[in-house]
């Protein structure tokens, strides 16, 4: 499905409900009320379509990249939270909440509206909850695993859109129109499937297509390939610049996985290579698995693929430290289909000791159309090669102004890099649309 259909079904499942309380044939409310109830259904609009951008949907990850869908999804959610804080100050007046029974008198009140226990209790716990959930979600680093927080943080928000509608459904004059109840109704179902889909149903597909550890071998300083074979199935399909969700040593159900791109390339075979850096919880103990290890694979996603570039003159590939791996897949592939167009790897660590497959790289260059410049920030004595960072003025040396123009470029990093490269190429006159990109963190 092309971007632009992806926003205009977006916006229209998220005005749907302001477009179906517009067409009721409702008395006309204050300034103040209308602001209200527009921002109470609006935020809950978001809410409920929040589930769809959680990362796992291919038609909308895979169109507009996974680190785009999780800071779309990270920056509507803040949206949500705002309209759903803002939404009972904005009525006219505190006569609303602490009139305990009955539709209130008078003009200017919210003479329509139902003040009921009965209503206003769901309303005020997903109000709550909802403040739950974002200390949760700003501090979910250091209070809880990342697995565990993922999950609570699902449970948590589904909990609120139900707290929500039936506080809609019960209180707000428009959503008690059976025709915006059944938008609310139904909404909810799609967010409670999209949980099932992720916890439930993918789960099963992953226990059918088992994987084994063959391997894990250290490439550089705290670095590891993972080598996975299939169990009994032909493996993956999936393209260079893919990243899989892997489950290593755990049942197929459980909630221990982490995303990591796919190092190998298709012609390489059945088997899945990556290059893991350790990191925390799982990363550090990948060194300890032993081959046979059961595993599990939710792949391909992501946004890193060459598909529509295949008209580009050459292939730039800037990778930070661990951001090699999509480009090693990306240029075993090119390698193996013998792609005669001219490719750079620009890559960008801290200390030579941190460069993974140089060997391989290096043979690479020897027998095709690869040049590989490496940059070291702290280098040691007697390095020769490019040193700090990866500056406009290092792009320039290493880039022609007709590479510039007519290459397709692919970055993968820490944020920092992406955040100074980007622009800088943008800056040198490369087309927006040839640009690759995706962060390692969604944060
Ligand atoms: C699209 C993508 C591709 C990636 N590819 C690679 C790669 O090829 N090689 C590599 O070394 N690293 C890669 N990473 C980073 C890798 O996912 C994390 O380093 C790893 O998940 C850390 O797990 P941990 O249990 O060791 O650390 P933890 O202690 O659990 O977490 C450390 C940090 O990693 C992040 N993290 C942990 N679990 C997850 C998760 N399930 N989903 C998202 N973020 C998580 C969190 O921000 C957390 O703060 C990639 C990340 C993304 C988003």
């Given amino acids: 499905m092309p971007a632009i259909l992806l926003i205009v079904l977006y916006l229209g499942l998220v005005c749907a409900p302001l477009g179906l309380a517009m067409w009721q044939d409702q008395p006309a409310l204050s300034l103040r009320d209308a602001l209200a109830a527009g921002a109470g259904m609006a935020g809950l609009a978001i809410l409920q379509v929040e589930f769809l951008l959680s990362g796992r949907f291919r038609v909308i990850s895979g169109r507009i990249g996974m680190d785009v869908t999780m800071r779309l999804h990270q920056l509507l959610a803040r949206a949500a939270s705002v309209l759903i804080l803002l939404h009972p100050f904005l009525y006219h007046g505190p006569q609303g909440l602490s009139r305990g029974r009955g539709p209130?008198?008078?003009?200017g009140a919210n003479a329509a509206l139902d003040y009921s226990w009965a209503s206003l209790w769901p309303g005020l716990a997903a109000w709550l909850l909802l403040g739950a959930v974002m200390v949760m979600a700003l501090g979910r680093d250091g209070l809880f695993r990342h697995e565990r927080w993922r999950?609570?943080?699902?449970?948590?928000?589904?909990?609120?859109?139900g707290l929500?509608?039936?506080?809609?459904?019960?209180?707000?004059?428009?959503?008690?129109?059976?025709?915006?109840a059944g938008y609310w109704w139904a909404m909810l179902g799609v967010a409670t499937l999209s949980l099932c889909w992720v916890y439930a149903v993918k789960p099963m597909m992953k226990r059918a297509r088992p994987w084994r550890v063959a391997a894990v071998t250290p490439l550089a300083e705290r670095t590891w390939e993972l080598r996975l074979s299939p169990e009994g199935h032909s493996g993956l399909r999936y393209k260079p610049g893919h990243f899989a969700w892997i489950s290593v040593g755990h049942s197929a159900l459980s909630l221990d996985e982490n995303p990591f791109s796919?190092?190998?390339?298709?012609?390489?075979?059945?088997?899945?290579?990556f290059?893991?850096?350790?990191?925390?919880?799982?990363?550090?103990?990948?060194?300890?698995?032993?081959?046979?290890?059961?595993?599990y694979v939710d792949a391909p996603f992501g946004s890193l693929t060459l598909d529509g570039h295949g008209d580009a003159a050459g292939v730039a590939l800037i990778a930070g430290g661990v951001g090699i791996a999509p480009m090693l897949s990306h240029l075993r592939a090119l390698d193996a289909a013998g792609d005669p167009r001219p490719r750079l790897l620009i890559h960008a660590n801290r200390l030579a000791s941190q460069m993974v497959c140089d060997d391989e790289l290096q043979a690479m260059t020897q027998h095709g159309p690869l040049r590989v410049v490496h940059v070291l920030s702290e280098p040691s004595d007697g390095w020769t090669g490019e040193t700090g960072f990866v500056t406009p003025d290092l792009l320039r040396r290493h880039l022609d102004t007709d590479a510039l123009k007519t290459w397709v470029f692919v970055?993968?990093?820490?944020?920092?890099?992406?955040?100074?490269?980007?622009?800088a190429l943008l800056a040198m006159g490369v087309p927006h649309r040839n640009i690759l990109l995706e962060q390692f963190s969604y944060d």
């Fill in 104 to 107: 209130g008198p008078g003009p």
């Fill in 151 to 161: 999950l609570m943080h699902g449970t948590m928000a589904l909990a609120m859109a």
């Fill in 164 to 180: 929500g509608v039936l506080h809609a459904t019960r209180a707000g004059r428009f959503s008690s129109d059976p025709v915006l």
């Fill in 262 to 273: 796919i190092a190998s390339s298709p012609s390489d075979g059945p088997d899945l290579r």
């Fill in 275 to 295: 290059v893991i850096k350790e990191l925390g919880d799982f990363t550090n103990r990948l060194g300890a698995v032993k081959p046979g290890t059961p595993a």
């Fill in 411 to 423: 970055l993968c990093g820490p944020p920092p890099m992406l955040e100074s490269v980007e622009p």
